[in-house]
């Protein structure tokens, strides 16, 4: 859906349709979508991360 808003504001702005701020929004919510996809593969790791810990998984034996 980003990606599909960048291209329909670029166009209407080479149109002259549209504003340049239109397609810095549309770009801005792109990256943002991205850095949102970024911390969520961070925190899923890290709780998978804290369930193996908390269930003794990759832990040498004496430390289990």
Partial sequence: QAQDDIRVS???Y????G??????DART????????AVIARY????ARA???R???I???EEKR
């Fill in 14 to 17: 080479q149109e002259g349709l």
């Fill in 50 to 52: 804290r369930l193996d």
């Fill in 10 to 12: 670029e166009g209407r």
């Fill in 54 to 56: 908390a269930l003794g």
């Fill in 19 to 24: 504003n340049i701020l239109e397609v810095l």
């Fill in 58 to 60: 990759g832990m040498p």
């Fill in 29 to 36: 919510v792109l990256t943002q979508a991205g850095v949102n």
């Fill in 43 to 46: 925190d899923s790791a890290q």
